[in-house]
C-alpha cells in the first residue's frame, strides 16, 4: 500500500471518527482525533479551544511528520498547514436526520444518559451541540458546515474519496482499502 497518511472528514456524526479508528486498526498505523488538539482537557470536554499554533505544534510533535496515521476530524478553518501531510482525504456524507439520532446516542454514552436528559446537568450544553449539528447541510450557523468542506476538498491537491456514513463499517473500510492499494 502506498498511501499511508489518511485524512477522514464529514460532519458531526456521520460516522468520521468510528472509520477513522477503523481504518487505523485495520492498516495498523496510528489513529489521531483533531478533537484531542482542537480543544483543552476539561471536564466536562470540549469547553476550551487550544490557540491554532499549539494545535499544529502538539500535532507535528505527535504524529505529523510520521510516514503512516489515519487522522480523523475536521481541520476547517485551521488546518491548511497539515494539508501537504495529507496523501488521501476520505470525506464521509450522512444524512442530518441520521446524525441527529447518532450524536444524541452519542451525547447519552459520552456524558450518561441523566446528564443530557431534560432537566439534567448538561441538557442544555447536549442540546445546544445538537443545534449546531443540525445546520451542517445548511450552513446557516457559523463553523464548520458542507459548503465549506467542499470548498476545502475542492483546493486538495491529493486524492479525495467520497463515501456515504450510512453504509456498513466494514464496507467503509474496505472501499477505502480499496482506494489506498490505486
Known sequence: MKTRRVHVMGASGAGVTSLGRALADTLAVPHHDTDDYFWRPTNPPYREMREVADRLRLMREVFLDRSEWVLSGSLDGWGDPIIP???LVVFLYAPTEIRLQRLRAREARRLGPDAVAPNGSLHQQAEEFI???SHYDDGSREGRNLAR??????????RVVRLDGTRALPDLVKEVCSAIQR
Not at 468542506?149 to 491529493?158: D, M
Open 149 to 158: 468542506h467542499q470548498a476545502w476538498l475542492a483546493k486538495l491537491q491529493c
Open 131 to 133: 443545534e449546531w449539528a
Open 85 to 87: 501531510h495529507l496523501d
